[in-house]
């Protein structure tokens, strides 16, 4: 079977940084994705991770170790509009068609 | 236009109607996805299409039907709605290769009373 635990919630301030975690139990893996998601809009791609190590995209970061079953998405300089959920989401091999299967999401709020 | 589009946007039905959510993409790929949303719960897979002549049932497959129309429409169908099927559901796209990135459409929020 699979697992996927993040978070529920998390705050933070404008200016900061802010740290999401993501710890996974799968039978086959290829590959991690984090998503972010506003609130009642689609899901949008931010990051993928298939390798161990850290890969940096602008103020964004996700960082991946797969011998700990473990990620995190790096936020810095915070922003109001990074106010949203964040899904980790791990494509699991040993699963009929591979298809990406989601953790229940992290709801990041930023206030002033 | 949107990449992927989904209609209806909202749908608000009666428990035992037949609804069918709709979604087309223009962005060529060949795999298709429904999700649906629910608080506290998040995304989970549905059903899953690789080409037109490939349909798989996900996690929660119960009560759903799908149809691969062509390579870019992939349908959803609720036979004979109930309440625990309201949520939102959303449908994707991807490529197949390289990282396979999902591309979701803006939704459909389903109400069944």
């Known amino acids: 079977g699979q697992n996927i635990d993040q978070p529920t919630e998390m705050t933070a301030t404008e200016g900061a940084i802010v740290q999401i975690n993501c710890t996974y139990q799968?039978?086959?893996?290829?590959?991690l994705f984090w998503y972010q998601q506003h609130a009642g809009e689609a899901p949008t791609f931010l990051s993928y991770?298939?390798?161990?190590g850290l890969e940096e995209k602008g103020r964004f970061s996700s960082f991946l170790s797969r011998s700990k079953g473990y990620s995190y998405l790096l936020l810095k300089e915070l922003q109001m509009k990074d106010s949203a959920s964040y899904l980790c989401?791990?494509?699991?091999?040993?699963?009929?068609?591979?298809?990406?299967?989601f953790g229940k999401g992290t709801t990041l709020s930023v206030s002033s | 236009d949107a990449d992927v589009t989904q209609t209806p946007r909202n749908r608000i039905t009666k428990t035992g109607k037949r609804i069918m959510l709709e979604c087309s993409q223009t962005?060529?790929?060949?795999?298709m996805y429904w999700y649906r949303q629910d608080p506290g719960l998040g995304l989970r897979l549905i059903y899953y299409s690789f080409d037109v002549k490939d349909i798989n049932k996900g996690e929660i497959s119960d009560g759903y039907s799908v149809s691969r129309q062509a390579q870019a429409k992939f349908s959803l169908s609720l036979e004979s709605a109930i309440p625990n099927q309201t949520a939102l559901y959303f449908c994707a796209t991807s490529q197949g290769s390289g990282a396979n990135v999902l591309t979701f459409g803006a939704g459909s929020r389903l109400t069944v009373l």
């Open positions: 989401a791990v494509r699991d091999t040993s699963q009929a068609g591979t298809a990406l299967i």
């Open positions: 991770n298939v390798l161990d």
């Open positions: 799968t039978s086959g893996f290829n590959g």
């Open positions: 962005k060529g790929h060949d795999r």
